[in-house]
């Protein structure tokens, strides 16, 4: 199997109509200066240096919103990238934007740049939620440029996010559910943090805005995961990247972050998932075959799935299998 590799371009609040309640991009990605346009063919070949030959490789602009920049602006930066498709160097090139900037002639330029994903900023499908983020377009919106993109035959990769102000589980799972209804590719889930220097950060101080404590944002990922992997949508990254200000703590003001967000979320999916499975009978043993995949998160962050079962059982024991998840008792 392949491996994918992932060479990242970021363009921090760049043509950013709006500032979004949460966000100060520039915090987010720790890059006060604008990407220049010799810094895309520097990035791109700092990574190809390392990158196996064999490996499938995608450019990815990330931040901001790439197709609010004027035309001429993105084909500064496609046209360093595009050289690297026809050359075959590269698999594909991806950018995130927001809903409001997709039209006609903005796909069919992308498109001519060999673009083959475009990610949607949607973070909610509720019209309240985004009023009150600061998002400044509307669920229509997000609607309208997502059958667009499918039209044009791009990939369409929508993100959410939860937590948000006026947000709650039930908006969650029925924006995940439109998410797919929209015939969505892929998504990402990002829990809301609140940062420095951001609106939300004031809401918070004044006791405005409660952000979700970590085990509310693992269930809420949680009911949202399920209903991408039902309908087999790919989830491309759950939990913020943890920039070196998240890690150091500089920039976060409070929030579910934690820098394996991810590995929680699955520890607690198979923590419930064996939930059924403990009982007060007296065994002494209790044997788990689990995909070999999935056997870190099956032993859960940190072994804590397998403390908690040996609170029942003296002898817990994982096995990476080939076939079905089993669980017996000795
Ligand atoms: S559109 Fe994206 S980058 Fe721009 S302010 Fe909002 S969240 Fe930040």
């Known amino acids: 199997m392949k491996t994918h590799y992932i060479i990242p371009i970021f363009i921090p609040e760049k043509a950013c109509p709006h500032r979004c309640i949460y966000c100060n991009q520039f915090n987010i990605t720790n890059q006060t200066q604008v990407t220049d346009y010799n810094y895309v063919t520097q990035t791109i070949e700092t990574y190809l240096q390392t990158i196996p030959k064999e490996a499938t490789k995608r450019i990815?602009?990330?931040?901001?919103?790439?197709?609010?920049?004027?035309?001429?602006?993105q084909n500064l930066y496609l046209e360093r990238a595009y050289p690297y498709i026809t050359r075959g160097e590269i698999d594909e090139i991806q950018l995130s934007t927001r809903p409001d900037y997709i039209n006609r002639e903005i796909l069919e330029n992308l498109k001519h740049y060999g673009v083959r994903t475009i990610e949607l900023g949607a973070q909610s499908l509720n019209n309240e939620v985004l009023q009150f983020s600061g998002r400044g377009h509307t669920v229509q919106e997000v609607e309208k440029s997502s059958s667009l993109i499918k039209r044009y035959n791009f990939k369409l990769g929508l993100q959410m996010m939860i937590g948000l102000p006026l947000d709650t589980k039930q908006r969650a799972i029925e924006t995940a559910q439109k998410i797919v209804d929209l015939g969505a590719d892929c998504t990402r889930i990002y829990p809301t943090l609140v940062i420095k220097n951001t609106f939300l950060e004031k809401l918070y101080l004044e006791g405005k805005y409660q952000p979700l404590s970590i085990a509310d944002a693992i269930d809420q990922t949680l009911a949202v995961m399920d209903i991408f992997e039902k309908s087999h949508l790919?989830?491309?990254?759950?939990?913020?990247?943890?920039?070196?200000?998240?890690?150091?703590?500089?920039?976060?003001?409070?929030?579910?972050f934690h820098v394996s967000f991810k590995e929680l979320v699955l520890s607690e999916k198979w923590r419930r998932k064996l939930q059924p499975f403990v009982?007060?009978?007296?065994?002494k043993a209790c044997v788990i075959k689990v995909p070999a995949g999935e056997i870190n998160a099956a032993v859960g962050y940190g072994g804590s799935n397998k403390k908690w079962l040996q609170q029942y059982y003296p002898n817990v024991r994982f096995i990476p299998t080939a076939d079905e998840f089993e669980v017996l008792f000795s």
């Open 234 to 256: 790919s989830i491309l990254r759950i939990g913020l990247h943890p920039s070196q200000s998240l890690l150091e703590g500089t920039e976060l003001v409070a929030g579910p």
């Open 60 to 73: 990815a602009f990330f931040g901001g919103t790439f197709t609010g920049m004027s035309m001429e602006e």
């Open 279 to 283: 009982d007060n009978r007296p065994h």
